[in-house]
């Protein structure tokens, strides 16, 4: 396993999985007649962040987890996205920039330092900021955002959180 493997790879699969999602929730819109837009605004809780920005989260999660381990900079992304396609947009962006990055650029990630702009003053190994953060943050947003479509009634289960495992066949 390495940090590529752990963060690239995997938050990868997991955004592709959470488009196959939001596609199911286009459908399930359209068949009760209603607009996709409307889950943009799902919460759980009166206090708590809508769908939009659980997904803006994911994608930011994934892409600053990409980009600080890589050493390199993270390109900008407004959080001003208020329909489902812009959304599906966003998740787009992210995994073409996660597609940028190469797993040799994460020679050493494990003990590089990493600071947290959100922690002025503080920093960590690239090691333990992705197993202590980075990616308990990321399945956070990423289940909440599959929790707010459950809750609404999309047909989604868990096969569709977890689209994809690596199989092979057992020897006889």
């Given at each position: 396993m390495s940090l590529y493997q752990d963060s690239v790879v995997q938050m990868s699969i997991m955004l592709r999985g959470l488009e196959g999602c939001i596609d199911k929730a286009i459908t399930f819109a359209e068949a009760k007649e209603c607009s996709p837009d409307d889950f943009v605004g799902f919460?759980?809780?009166?206090?708590?962040?809508p769908f939009a920005f659980q997904v803006q989260a994911a994608c930011d999660t994934a892409k600053f987890a990409g980009s600080r381990l890589a050493g390199v900079e993270a390109p900008a992304f407004e959080d001003t996205e208020k329909t489902i396609p812009e959304l599906q947009a966003r998740i787009r962006k992210t995994l073409a920039f996660l597609e940028t990055l190469d797993e040799g650029q994460f020679a050493g990630a494990a003990e590089r330092e990493i600071a947290l702009s959100f922690?002025?003053?503080?920093?960590t190994t690239g090691a333990h900021y992705l197993?202590?953060?980075a990616q308990?943050?990321?399945?956070?947003?990423?289940?909440?955002a599959y929790n707010l479509l459950r809750s609404a009634g999309v047909n989604v289960g868990k096969r569709d959180y977890l689209t994809h495992m690596t199989l092979h066949d057992l020897e006889s």
């Open positions: 919460r759980l809780a009166p206090d708590m962040r922690l002025p003053g503080k920093a197993r202590e953060f308990p943050n990321f399945y956070f947003h990423l289940t909440t």
